[in-house]
């Protein structure tokens, strides 16, 4: 049997996940000295370096055993994984935001139920959003630069994901609606883990012996 597979997203998360990793006594040093490959071994474990939407393809179709991935990826996807820990690094919250002055517009637009343009790269938590609120919207799905959709007509609010809202701030832009919040989360491939359990455990045990905050 081939040692565990892990898929390890690029990008924001990147050092949180290798630190959750490092944690748990995975050899992950290895990712460090090379950003170029894709797939690296070392000491009997796999490692796969991901966009962090793909993060759950791999884990949910077995091409990976387990993998790190933030709370926002899952619930625009909903992948048929299992979610085993809030690894509590990487925090950040689902908004809605929309221009300072056309933040009442916006709002009388909703509350009379008429159908809302929105700019965002997670259009099924923006439709459920609006569904959820009985309301209608127009879903404009974006994959880069979302804050600039409603400063050039795009759309009139965006759904969006902020840490620290420097982003928003700069482009004049406030939020009107907190959605959800969002961390980093370790994931399971079904299989994997049934298959697997010993080592996923031993795995999720090491972690809570370092101290990670448990989901």
Do not use: W
């Amino acid at each position: 049997m081939r040692g565990l597979r892990v898929a390890v997203p690029k990008g924001a998360i990147f050092e949180d996940a290798l630190a959750a990793l490092e944690s748990a006594g995975m050899p992950v040093g290895v990712l460090r000295d090379d950003g170029r490959r894709l797939l690296y071994r070392a000491d009997g474990a796999e490692f796969i370096m991901s966009r962090p939407s793909d993060v759950p393809v791999f884990v949910e179709h077995g091409a990976a055993d387990i993998g790190i991935v933030g709370k926002d990826v899952l619930d625009e996807q909903r992948p048929n994984v299992m979610e085993l820990r809030d690894l509590g690094t990487g925090a950040c919250q689902m908004v809605l935001a929309a221009p300072r002055t056309k933040v009442e517009e916006v709002r009388r637009s909703i509350d009379h139920a008429e159908v809302v343009r929105v700019g965002t790269k997670f259009p099924n938590v923006a439709r459920r959003y609006f569904e959820g609120m009985g309301r209608q919207a127009e879903v404009i799905e974006l994959h880069g630069s979302v804050e600039l959709a409603p400063l050039v007509g795009l759309a009139e609010c965006i759904v969006d994901l902020t840490a620290t809202g420097t982003t928003l701030r700069e482009n004049d832009l406030v939020v009107m609606d907190e959605i959800s919040s969002s961390t980093a989360r370790l994931i399971a491939n079904r299989g994997s883990y049934r298959l697997r359990h010993r080592e996923v455990a031993g795995l999720i045990e090491a972690m809570n012996r370092n101290g990670d905050r448990v989901g």
